[in-house]
């Protein structure tokens, strides 16, 4: 493999060779192809000369080469490969369940699984470059429905670049010729890029571009271009930042258009209706365009604020992994990383085609917290980087465990006399080291993963000092920032990889060993806080929460930790380095702690700067940062979180504050979008179990499954990840009744069920636990009538007529 760099901005797999995409220095792209590898590895003093000499004459591998202390071997095809190394082309004859050949053999595999593109990418020293970038939209024959949406006839189309500058066009007529000259036009014009962006791209405009591209008879590499998904980028980026439940409620491009840009995104057209738009023709055929046009814009935007997809380059830039919607993948950083981490290093890994589920293991300490309701000064301190470091600071990676290590005694080998004796402990070895409640590990020399996580940390350290130096806002600041942001998202993407069954380097053993340390470690730092005359009153993941002291005296206890606890507690568990450090973060003047994950709090100060009246209080894990509940809900508990958060601590204000939204919820004016309920399905909705009573019928699904089968029915995209909105019309029935958003009609809803069971708990439990004297759910958890009678029934289901505003029941 040629050591010298090769810039490229995209790779494919196309027949036996994987064709590299680059840009001359005028802008012209570039194609060259090189040989595809099919290869696998086995360690070389595990092959026998016998076994050796059969696999040497074996028609499907094409070559075998001595490679350090490996066999490099080359199949003739993928195909080969892939039926030469799973397990599924033998049955065990003694244990049931099947093996590969090499099995058979009683070798190893190793990276046998690593696709052609991969291994392109992990033997060459490619540099990947930043691709020209457009955004796309595309508007289809909306009388097809989105089952068949390959169907739909493409009648427009446009592009954006980063400048802002579009190009495209409109269907001339409804035949194959005039949409055969109108795709010949986009492909022309995607020619000038190499990355395509578009909302919702991997569930519709690519296939659908694909589809019609080759029904068309257009012969085109739809691989040669980096096919983007920005729906799902902006979700996995954007759903541990966003300030409400609002911006995760609907993914609709006008939705989050708004909740990033600010305003109103007024759609001039029906997006259902392109058809009737289309053959319109005229007027209505060229608002058609402008809004395919405004769509492809907004995507531009939308980038143009977050970053996310500069964010993503840098990242795939890092780990030597391709900026398209698969790129994106944590799973797939890390093995980039990593695989070309290893290969310079002479270390191969494991195969992956047949992991299993994986075992369970204890995950983050979150304790129920000792103190609830409305508490004053609270002060948190958060552990930096908290599992990186502790996989640096135990050497935790797989090639670093040691399970020969028996530091306590199996009882169970004892003599039956014995038994009943307490099992001996032995001491630490000098060349391990102990994760409390996990594995022991080397600690002579340092382990792939932490050595991984070093480079990138030091990465990041060096690009957060550019970033100093930098004037804010320039070129040079926004670059270093993103390179920052991207070490620091690679380096915490090591310990989910390690906790994920699907990646080759899941070891459960690893991964509970990082949560056990962790634990260990937040346990021990409430432990000395108490011990000093502090409260501990809640921990969770890397940060604890702690009351009655001063922010002098807390501030000189985590200096404390950080100078002698932690140093002492990790030499006696004979860590080879310690990287773990403690931050005072923030301090809470008034926080409401519901439970779990569940507070709101007002920042008395936040790594040092002191709040204003302007800053925002801080929420976690309650309705208002959920885009599952209803918008009602969300409103109704932020206005509680800020009144408290304001210094209101009067609960006669919060008793007419519920009955205010209660008189408006039961009996106002309302909009379909305060109610609308949005969720996610987490599978295709034909493949949710149907599950039986006793007495045989079919059991209930949740709202949002009985809503999507009505709309696959209706050839609605109804798949894995798709969101379902619907309204509730009969929370009284058995099961409730919910029907799709689009047949909504006006006063449908269930205004009883509304507030019952979707606005009021929300905030019902703040209050409960802000002010446990005043009895809120036997005074606001009930509006419905106790006994409905056909007459009531029909009233709950129309708006009240104004005279009858403001009355319950």
């Known amino acids: 493999m040629s050591p010298k760099s090769l810039p490229i901005v995209n790779a494919y797999w196309s027949g036996d060779s994987i064709i590299a995409v680059s840009r001359t220095v005028t802008g012209e792209r570039n194609l060259k192809a090189y040989p595809a590898e099919y290869t696998c590895f086995l360690k070389a003093a595990d092959v026998p000369a016998a076994v050796a000499s059969k696999l040497r004459a074996w028609p499907r591998i094409r070559s075998w080469e001595a490679d350090g202390d490996w066999i490099r071997l080359r199949f003739h095809t993928w195909r080969d490969l892939k039926e030469a190394t799973s397990k599924s082309q033998y049955e065990h004859p003694t244990y049931g369940g099947y093996e590969s050949m090499f099995d058979r053999l009683g070798l190893t595999v190793y990276e046998a699984d690593v696709y052609p593109v991969r291994r392109f990418l992990t033997e060459y020293a490619v540099e990947i470059q930043k691709p020209r970038r457009c955004y796309l939209d595309i508007e289809a024959d909306s009388r097809v429905p989105f089952g068949r949406k390959e169907d739909a006839r493409i009648l427009s189309w446009a592009v954006v670049d980063d400048t802002g500058e579009w190009v495209g066009d409109l269907l001339s007529a409804d035949t194959d010729a005039a949409e055969t000259a109108l795709l010949k036009d986009l492909w022309e014009c995607l020619d000038q890029y190499d990355q395509v962006c578009a909302w919702n791209g991997d569930r519709y405009d690519f296939p659908v571009l694909k589809a019609r591209t080759e029904l068309m008879g257009i012969r085109v590499a739809f691989a040669g271009w980096l096919w983007l998904d920005h729906l799902e980028l902006f979700k996995s980026m954007n759903m541990h930042v966003s300030e409400s439940g609002d911006e995760k409620q609907s993914f609709a491009l006008g939705r989050i258009a708004t909740a990033v840009l600010g305003g109103e995104t007024k759609d001039d057209l029906d997006g259902s209706k392109t058809w009737d738009y289309w053959v319109a023709g005229g007027e209505d055929r060229e608002r058609l365009f402008r809004y395919n046009v405004r769509d492809a814009d907004l995507l531009r935007m939308i980038e143009k604020e977050t970053g996310y997809i500069d964010t993503q380059l840098v990242l795939c830039q890092v ?113 391990v080291c102990q994760v409390p409640g996990g594995s022991c590990f080397r600690r002579d020399t340092p382990g792939l993963i932490p050595r991984a996580i070093a480079e990138l940390k030091r990465l990041r350290k060096y690009w957060n000092a550019a970033k100093a130096k930098a004037v804010p806002g320039t070129p040079e600041w926004h670059d270093a920032d993103r390179k920052s942001n991207a070490y620091k998202v690679a380096a915490n993407t090591f310990y989910g990889v390690m906790g994920a069954p699907a990646s080759r380097f899941y070891d459960q053993r690893t991964a509970s060993a990082v949560t056990a340390a962790g634990r260990w470690l937040i346990r021990h730092t409430i432990a000395a806080a108490e011990a000093r005359g502090m409260s501990g009153i809640y921990g969770d993941t890397d940060s604890v929460f702690i009351a009655d002291v001063t ?120 909009t379909r979008r305060d109610f609308v309920l949005s969720k996610t399905l987490s599978r295709d909705s034909t493949a949710y179990a149907q599950k039986k009573k006793k007495n045989g019928d079919d059991a209930a699904q949740p709202p949002h499954v009985e809503v999507a089968k009505i709309l696959c029915a209706r050839g609605y995209d109804t798949g894995a990840g798709a969101r379902i909105e619907y309204v509730v019309v009969d929370g009284w029935s058995s099961p409730l009744k919910a029907i799709p958003v689009e047949d909504y009609t006006d006063g449908a809803e269930d205004r009883y069920y509304l507030w019952e069971q979707l606005v009021w708990p929300a905030t019902e439990r703040v209050l409960e636990c802000a002010f446990p004297a005043v009895r809120w759910a036997e005074k606001f958890g009930k509006v419905r009538p106790k006994k409905a009678t056909a007459a009531s029934t029909a009233a709950r289901r129309r708006r009240p007529a104004p005279e009858e505003q403001g009355k319950l029941f």
């Open 551 to 670: 922010e002098g005296a807390f501030r000189a206890f985590v200096d404390w930790c950080n100078a002698e606890l932690y140093p002492k507690l990790l030499a006696d568990l004979h860590c080879p380095t310690n990287e773990i450090r403690i931050a005072y973060e923030k301090e809470f003047a008034t926080i409401v702690l519901v439970g779990k994950k569940r507070y709101a709090g007002r920042f008395a100060h936040y790594k040092g700067t002191r709040a204003t009246a302007d800053s925002k209080p801080e929420v976690k894990g309650l309705e208002y940062k959920r885009g599952d509940s209803a918008k009602l809900a969300r409103d109704l508990q932020f206005e509680v979180i800020q009144s408290i958060m304001g210094g209101d601590e009067d609960p006669a204000s919060y008793e007419a504050m519920a009955a205010r939204w209660r008189d408006l919820v039961v009996a106002g004016t309302l």
């Open 319 to 431: 780990c030597h992994t391709l900026p398209d919607s698969r790129g994106g993948n944590g799973t797939n950083f890390v093995e980039g990383y990593l695989l070309k981490m290893g290969r310079a290093e002479g270390l191969r890994f494991r195969t992956n085609w047949d992991m299993d589920s994986g075992a369970r293991f204890e995950g983050a300490f979150v304790m129920e917290p000792t103190r609830k309701g409305l508490l004053h000064s609270v002060h948190v301190a958060d552990f930096s980087g908290m599992y990186p470091s502790i996989i640096q600071t135990w050497n935790i990676s797989p090639e670093t465990i040691r399970d020969d290590v028996v530091l306590v005694e199996d009882a169970a080998t004892r003599p039956a006399y014995l038994r009943h004796l307490p099992p001996k402990t032995y001491p630490l070895p000098d060349d």
